[in-house]
Structure formats: C-alpha cells, structure tokens
C-alpha cells in the first residue's frame, strides 16, 4: 500500500492558526479542509500534455490521477500499488507486465483498465502525425515522447487490467519507471466517450486518421482547465481525491473520491490555492494549512505560527533562450551568458536556508542536464568556466566581433513573483554596461509558449520553464526539454549530437560510458546555450499549527505529494 512506504512526521506550532486551517471551504460547503497553496499553474488536468506538464499538473493531481509509479519527496520514483504493479519480464527484448489493481475504478464508476495505457502510449509515442509544410506534424501535443517513442506495442484487449509492453528491439530505457506515471495515466474511456467510439484501442491499433485526429484533439484540449468552467463529467478521478470545484474566489477543490479502493483519505477536503492567488491574504485568513511555493516569490507572506523551512529544490532555476529572433546568432546569446551575474543572483536569491543536501543547492549551478547532488557532476562542469557571469567587457566585446548591434531582451515569467521580478532586475543592471537591454516581461497569463510564438526572447522559469514545482532525481524533463520537437522545448534547440547522447544515455548502465556522454552533453549545451543554468530553485515550504503527516517535497510532484495522509490535528 502506498501509505507504507512513507515515513510520517507531526508537525506542530502555536494553536494560533489551527482554526484558520478550517478556512480553506467554499461558501457552498462548511465541511472542514486543509487550504494548501502550491504555485502550480491549474491549466490542464493532462499531466502529459506540453499545457499540463508546463504548468505542473503534476503537482496537484497525483493524488487524483494515479498512476503505476509517484515522484517521492526526494525526487526518486515510488510504486504506487494502489494503482497496480508493473515489473521487467526477463529476455532479449525489454518487456514490462502492467497490471491495474482488480478494484480500481474511477470516479464515474468506470473501471480502470489497460485502455488508459494504450492511449498514454499513442499519445506521447510520436508515431501519429499529418503532413505539414515543413514535415509531419505530430497530431498530439506531448510534453515530450522520451521512453514512450522506444514502445514498439501495448498489448492491450480494451477493457482488460492487464498490459504487455514490450519495447523496440535494440533498445533498453533503464528509467521505465516514469513512464504510466501519477498525474500522467488519463482516462480513455472519457476520449472514447467525447469521440463517439467504444473504446479507443480498437481505433489507435487500426489507424483511421480521422477518429485519430479526433482522439488527439480531446487529448490535447478536452481537459483544459478554466476557473468556473468545468465540465466534470470530463474529469473523473483515479485516486483518493476527485474534484468538487473550480473558481477564482474559492480555488480548487479536491474531496474524498467514494470510489476509491485504497486507504480512506485522513483529510476529506483540500483547498488547493494555485499560482495567481493571493496567498499573502490568504495566510491573513487563516486560509492554508501547507504552503509550497518559491522562496521569496511571494512578496509581504507572513507566515508566522507556521513550522517553515527553505530548502534547495529539485528544479533548475534557469534561462530558457530563444533559437531564433533575437537570440538567433549563437553570439548574441554568449555575450548574454557573459554579462548574467550568476554567482550574484545565487548569492542574493538562490541560497536556501538550510544547509545543502550532498551538494544540492550548494552554489550556483554549472550544468543545464546535471543536477548537483550528482556524483557525475563535478567532471562535468568544466565548461561552465568561461560563463561566470558579470563580465559586461567580455559581452561588449562578443557583440563588437559580431557586429550585433545593442539588442534587447524581454524575459517572461508568469507574475507575480516577487523573486523572478528581482532576478530580472539584477540582471538588467549587470547587462546593461554592455549595451545590452533586459526588459521585464512577466505577465499573470504568460506561459511557456509565448517563447515558441515568439512574444519573448527567454524564459525564466524551474526545469523544463515550469513556473512552480519541478525537477525529479531522474531528470527526465530536463533533458526532455532541449530535444527537437519535445513539446517542453519551447526554445526551439535543435542538435542532432544532443538528441543521440540523450538516447544512448536512456540506456547505458556502464558509469564510465555514462560519465564521457554527460561530459559531451555538458559541453556541447555550454557551446550552444539553449539556457543558462542559475541554481538550484529555492522552495519555501511551511506546515502550519496542528497539521500532522506533512513531509516537505521540492520536487515536480510538490508537497502534496502525499496530501491524502494529511491530519489537521484540532
């Protein structure tokens, strides 16, 4: 069970706030809750789509959509047995037996079956495309199709628990483990519905192009999410929790799913209040119980009465630079890794309070697809050398000998972030003697894509530009998100050498082979800048007087990780 494998802790502060905690219910229903405010973006249900992924579904619905495996707070993967087991079948080809758990149904009464993995599969596979002007066009709009691409087949009889997945021959993907994951495995039994068809492996295995496009339309729209406009029907719910509702005034609200099959939900409602609000009036309320958000992201947030710690993230704050416009010639983009200050901002904004986990967070980081903590990751960072940052002579000089011109440079973030809003500023001031104009681009509807539609010329945001919790030990997004076509790589990076590293490092046991292909990846990434790499993102993460069962998760699945055994002790 899933509970098992967890360790609890009780935390306790002043009595002061335990009955605000009760605040986080809509006018509708008194029902006690737990308000938790996490600076995720609520803008698709679809975890696996570049919309859900870029906005971190995966932070809000794991608990909700579950799925064969969940990111731990320590970032590893985590079988979640509750949804079904999954383990590798001995012999030349990979093979992986998937299997539902009997009981598991959703929400709608509908039962789980293998169906759901043939349509994550054919979503994320990149197999199905229409022709383009410039090629085929992929019909689904994958946040990325690493691991799922090297899938040869799903077998899969619709209706059935039971999955064989066996992959392409030649090839090995030693994380399988985040594949079919929380937040990620949908509901294709709703697709079939919204599409007219009995189910929708019959149609994915005999190719029709018009029901196919049809099913990756739902897919890559029917779950948007928009405040007061749900059609619940659509969302039905694989886990504990299911949703009630979804405003602006009363945020999303998450109750017990009476489906559920699984330990009964401690807590039977959670308030969760998304990137957008209001979260230092919402502490003056007495509205949260959990708070997980970047650190100093949220200007005037008190969080007195609150067991409160700042701790190095998972995620890798960074730059995200455009390929083309702007940043189109590679020297424009090296003068503005010379005259960003990154030793400056890890100083100012990216030391976290408490002492660094085997090196995560210990400085700025000096790798784009390594993360600190990694035994790979001081021979790999050599190359970080020459981009120290701050050297607005050496900028002004790499502009000259390119005849540049002075460009300007218009960074987007989703605001408000108090902390987004400095780095910018900060850099700014180091850029400016250089000729170099920074603008602040923030805006409280920007997402990642407006630097694909051009509107910006970077990103600023955690790993793969996600503007809340992100990251894992795996660091699948994070190589996701400079591969051709990912839908996660929104600056439109295209490297032949990168892509194939990335492919071979998916399967290579040997530490050796591993370290030179890293060593390379690194390198080349410092030669190239599709981003430039800041520090480890700092998350403030605050329980608040009688929650028992919190346990802090600077990952791309957030604190409420495990929101299910929350206990808000009165």
Known sequence: MRRGTIRLITVVATAAVATGLMAGCSSKNQVPSIGYAVDAAVASYNGGSTLGASSGSAAVFGRVLTGFFYTGPDGQQVADTDAGTAKEVP?????????????GVYSDGVATSCDDLVLAWAARSGRFTRPGDRGPVPLFDAASTVGYEDIERVDCQPGSKDATVVFRPGRHYLPWRTLFTAAELMPAHVVAQAVGLPNVVNALQTGDGAVLGRIADFWNSGWTMKPGSLELTKFPSSGPYRIESFSASDGLVLVANEKWWGAVPATSRIVVWPKGTDYAAKAKENAL?????????????SLDGFDEQTIAGRGAEQLVLGTA????????????????????????????????????????????????????????????????????AAATATLASAKAGQPTIRIGYQAPDARRAKTVAIIAESCRGAGITVVDAGAPDFTPVKLAEGAVDAVLGSTASVPGPAGSATGVAAFAALRAGSGL?????????????????????DSTATLNLLTEAENLLWAQLPSIPLFATPRTIAFGAGMQNGIAGPTQAGTGWNMDRWVLQR
Request: aromatic share 8%.
């Open 325 to 392: 416009g702007v940043f189109g010639p590679l020297e424009v983009r090296r003068a503005f890794a010379q005259c960003v200050p990154r030793q400056a901002l890890f100083d100012t904004l990216g030391k976290a309070g408490e002492p660094p986990k085997s090196g995560l967070g210990a400085g700025p980081l000096n790798a784009h697809v390594v993360q600190q903590d990694s035994l790979y990751y001081p021979a790999v960072i050599g190359a970080a050398d020459q981009y120290k940052g701050a050297d607005a």
């Open 489 to 509: 790589d929104v600056g439109g990076f295209a490297n032949g050498r990168y892509d194939a590293i990335t492919d071979q490092l998916a399967g290579e046991a």
């Open 289 to 301: 119980g959990v708070v997980d958000v970047g650190a100093g992201s949220v200007a005037d947030l």
């Open 91 to 103: 012999g030349e080809t990979q093979t992986v037996q998937y299997r539902l758990n009997p009981d």
